[in-house]
């Protein structure tokens, strides 16, 4: 059973700019779908973004044309190039595949974008 590891969160300003990292504790080669989701205070986990084995990509309206979602299967990582953001990008950011795991959640990645 793989287990997901995310970093790369952090405090930035609005309009500015952070790429998370997923590492995965074995191979994601087999999966077909890897995704992207989040936690803002208060609220759902939600879908956010996913990638194909084939490097096709899904985005929700809200981040699309903002966040960039890769995989490296050799590496059996996930990326997400999170660009422009915005104070409603605050959350916590996890990966898992798609449709989710219930039983692999990572401990996620905590983003605020703040002034």
């Known amino acids: 059973q793989v287990q997901f590891v995310e970093s790369g969160g952090g405090l930035v300003q609005p309009g500015g700019s952070l790429r998370l990292s997923c590492a995965a504790s074995?191979?994601?080669?087999?999966?077909?779908?890897m995704g992207w989701y989040r936690q803002a205070p208060g609220k759902q986990r939600e879908f956010i973004a996913r990638s194909t084995r084939g490097d096709a990509t899904v985005y929700v309206d809200s981040v699309k044309g903002r966040f960039a979602i890769s995989r490296d299967n050799a590496k059996n990582t996930v990326h997400l190039q999170m660009d422009r953001l915005k104070p409603e990008d605050t959350a916590v950011y996890y990966c898992?595949?798609?449709?989710?795991?219930?039983?692999?959640w990572g401990q996620g990645t905590q983003v605020t974008v703040s002034s």
């Open positions: 898992n595949e798609f449709p989710p795991d219930p039983t692999t």
């Open positions: 074995g191979s994601i080669d087999s999966i077909l779908n």
